[in-house]
């Protein structure tokens, strides 16, 4: 079974839990239990398992808050405000996931009936249930990108539709940096920019599902802003690396985050006095430069994991690592859950740990001992 963020291992309890696995209100008994369980383990399973620190904590208790809906939160347009500088895009919209990030993206950019250019592994199109047709009635036009997610600009001038009186055409192409389901590859700015120059080459709107942006820019030493220039818009999570516990933005210009305002609205993610939530969220962007520290113990990981029997673990790119398993990835989740290291399924035999600022240098030594033991 194939495992993302979304629907974490510990909702499925395990092949020896003999428990039952749901009350009557249908939440899960497992997932319960197996939080309890989680004290002590080192949770590699996502980087959106952190924890908000005190600094965040605080400044959720002292937010100064509005309305947002009426736009009179003063931390969440400081939040907006800051986030469009930081992104180089005249203006930013705050909401709940990245996944209505991209959702609202895809609506505000398209018309009923459109084709979305996406690369099959990516997150709009695998991890998000279908939202194009669901929510905006598009369909996809997935392509099988390179080995790191990368779809090469004659790939994108191929699926190029010209609406006429059968065709609906294309309204947009999505691109994504870094590229989760190749395990964290962070594309490279001049492909970036090539993919969506053969998307405008044709005046198709590029949207980039920058989720890890801020890691991508860290990798390449350059700023989040360069992988923002060539698109017309981009969504980026601050509840994930940047360790804020909610939270995404979507950057465009300013015509563009007025209309997807109104999308955002109509999906359900107007929020009141969500500066609550925002506030930790302006903590959480002093954490950029921070990252370098988890793609370098991302790093130590693989390493360490690569030279246990029965796994293989490229050198990461970022923050993910994907390990190649000589047994089926259920068994090593399981088997390493019992020595206390989270990790999840990606593939029949592939598993993907992540590092985040809850886990330091002592954690990763002590999971890679730990995974160790498991497969032994
Ligand atoms: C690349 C990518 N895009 C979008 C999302 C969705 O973010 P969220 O979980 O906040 O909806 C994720 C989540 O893992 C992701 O990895």
Redesign the pocket.
């Known amino acids: 079974m194939l495992i993302?963020?979304?629907v974490p291992h510990n909702m499925r309890g395990t092949e020896t839990d003999d428990r039952p696995r749901s009350r009557p209100d249908g939440r899960a008994v497992s997932y319960i239990r197996r939080a309890a369980e989680r004290a002590g383990m080192i949770d590699l399973r996502?980087d959106?398992v952190t924890r908000p620190d005190q600094a965040m904590r605080e400044a959720a208790r002292d937010a100064e808050v509005g309305d947002d809906v009426y736009g009179e939160d003063p931390t969440v347009n400081e939040l907006e405000a800051r986030v469009a500088e930081i992104l180089g895009m005249e203006a930013a919209l705050f909401v709940?996931?990245?996944?209505?990030?991209?959702q609202v993206a895809a609506r505000t950019h398209t018309e009923r009936g459109q084709e979305v250019v996406c690369e099959r592994e990516?997150?709009?199109y695998k991890?998000?249930l279908g939202g194009l047709a669901q929510h905006s009635a598009l369909q996809a036009r997935p392509l099988d990108g390179d080995d790191r997610g990368v779809l090469a600009p004659a790939q994108v001038r191929d699926a190029y539709v010209e609406a006429d009186g059968h065709r609906a055409g294309t309204g947009l192409l999505t691109l994504?940096n870094?590229?989760?389901s190749k395990g964290g590859t962070a594309i490279a700015p001049a492909d970036i920019d090539a993919a969506a120059e053969a998307a405008h080459d044709r005046d198709i709107p590029v949207h980039l599902?920058g989720?890890?942006l801020f890691n991508a820019a860290v990798a390449h030493d350059v700023p989040a802003s360069r992988f923002a220039d060539p698109v017309d818009s981009v969504?980026t999570?601050l509840?994930?690396g940047l360790g804020a516990p909610v939270g995404?933005m979507l950057a465009g210009s300013a015509d563009f985050v007025e209309r997807a305002r109104r999308v955002r609205k109509l999906m359900g993610g107007g929020m009141r006095q969500a500066g609550i939530v925002a506030a930790p969220g302006l903590r959480a962007l002093d954490n950029r430069d921070r990252l370098a520290e988890d793609h370098a113990r991302a790093e130590r990981l693989a390493a360490g994991l690569d030279a246990i029997d029965g796994l293989t673990a490229p050198t990461p790119e970022t923050n993910i690592v994907v390990v190649e398993t000589d047994t089926p990835a259920e068994a090593v989740v399981t088997a390493c859950e019992d020595e206390g290291v989270g990790c999840v399924a990606f593939g029949e035999y592939r598993v993907r740990f992540c590092t985040h600022w809850d886990v330091d240098a002592a954690d990763v030594d002590a999971a890679i001992e730990r995974v160790e033991r498991a497969l032994a």
């Open positions: 993302c963020d979304e996502s959106t709940p996931s990245g996944t209505m990030g991209n990516s997150h709009v991890w998000e994504e870094t590229h989760n599902d989720a890890r969504m999570c509840s994930k995404s």
